[in-house]
């Protein structure tokens, strides 16, 4: 069993930054991916950013330049520094971890950008 737990989320403004942290915990070893996704209201799911365990990173374009995500692996741990936010980045973040071809999933932590 793997859990995959968020934090970090909240009310921020336009243009301010938050931090998002997932805890990856249970029965996964390295080496495995990790990454985002964000669902707006209404929408569905979709791609944000990802990490594999030898640090290549991929972003989705709407957050090139603007998210960083980064990860520290004797913790198993990632972590995704959003700045310059928009209220179009306003979601539900979720948190994965990819092996063997099996996605997990956290609950999920809400971002809201607004003034």
């Known amino acids: 069993q793997v859990q995959l737990v968020e934090s970090g989320g909240g009310l921020v403004q336009p243009g301010g930054s938050l931090t998002l942290s997932c805890a990856a915990s249970?029965?996964?070893?390295?080496?495995?991916?990790m990454g985002w996704y964000r669902q707006a209201p209404e929408k569905g799911r979709t791609f944000v950013a990802r990490?594999?365990?030898?640090?290549?990173?991929k972003y989705t374009d709407d957050v090139k330049g603007r998210f960083t995500i980064s990860r520290d692996n004797a913790k198993n741990m990632a972590y995704l520094q959003m700045n310059s936010l928009k209220p179009e980045d306003t979601a539900v973040y979720f948190c994965?971890?990819?092996?063997?071809?099996?996605?997990?999933w956290g609950e999920g932590t809400q971002v809201t950008v607004s003034s």
């Open positions: 249970g029965s996964i070893i390295s080496p495995f991916d």
């Open positions: 990490m594999s365990d030898y640090a290549t990173t």
């Open positions: 994965y971890a990819l092996k063997n071809g099996v996605k997990y």
